[in-house]
């Protein structure tokens, strides 16, 4: 492989690991408007979406490997196929964890809501608005960028916790309620994991960029 058929192959990669934040970012967006509408359609359509972040992160993966073998890659150049693999890998998770939150929604379909979920519609386009950040942050190599999609984790964990004591709350009040709240506090929890992925490809990108390893998820 020429120098210029390696750079055109991390390009393709690059585009594949964008295509498959896209889907995941839709993925996350669907899985909570399917909550909230109890739209079990839409729940099913984030499932099987999963299909395809799965059959994407394989796909990566093996290109990732034959990179690694075709010749002798620049530092950088493995530096780019390593945060790869890592970015991959939160991508899936996060996919995973909407597919969760489709799951509660089938099994939530059919009960009347205790509460209206616009908190937790809240906390949702928190994390759409980081993960779009993050990804753009990622697109551009922008390391300030990626700093700023970090700092909306801030309020997503005030938002997890003021709506933790909430739905603590109700079910102190009421047992009955106990088995729903359970499902929606699982919601929030399924959430802030999900902002916790996008922390991680903030720093991928910033190692990336850098060479520096940060932890910003304490």
Partial sequence: MTRTGFDY????????????????????????????????????????????????????DDKCIKLTGKEQPLAIDLR??????????????MADHAVDIAKV????????????LTDISDMSELV????K???????????????????IDDEIDGKYKNIFSNILEIMVQDHKKVAQMTQLLFVCKYLERIADHVTNIC????????????DLNE
């Fill in 105 to 116: 929604t089938l099994r939530l379909e059919n009960e009347k809501y205790v509460k209206e």
């Fill in 133 to 151: 950040k993050a990804l753009d942050a990622y697109v551009s190599m922008n390391v300030e960028e990626a700093y700023k999609a970090c700092e």
């Fill in 80 to 93: 780019t196929i390593f945060i790869t693999t890592k970015l991959i890998t939160d991508l899936e998770r």
């Fill in 9 to 60: 192959a991390l390009e393709e990669m690059h585009n594949d690991v964008l295509r498959m934040g896209s889907i995941v970012e839709k993925q996350i967006h669907k899985c909570v408007e399917s909550l909230v509408k109890q739209d079990s359609k839409l729940a099913n359509e984030t499932i099987k979406d999963d299909d395809l972040v799965d059959n994407l992160q394989k796909e990566i």
């Fill in 128 to 131: 759409n608005n980081m993960i």
């Fill in 203 to 214: 720093e991928e990108t910033i190692y990336l960029v850098t060479g520096e390893q940060k």
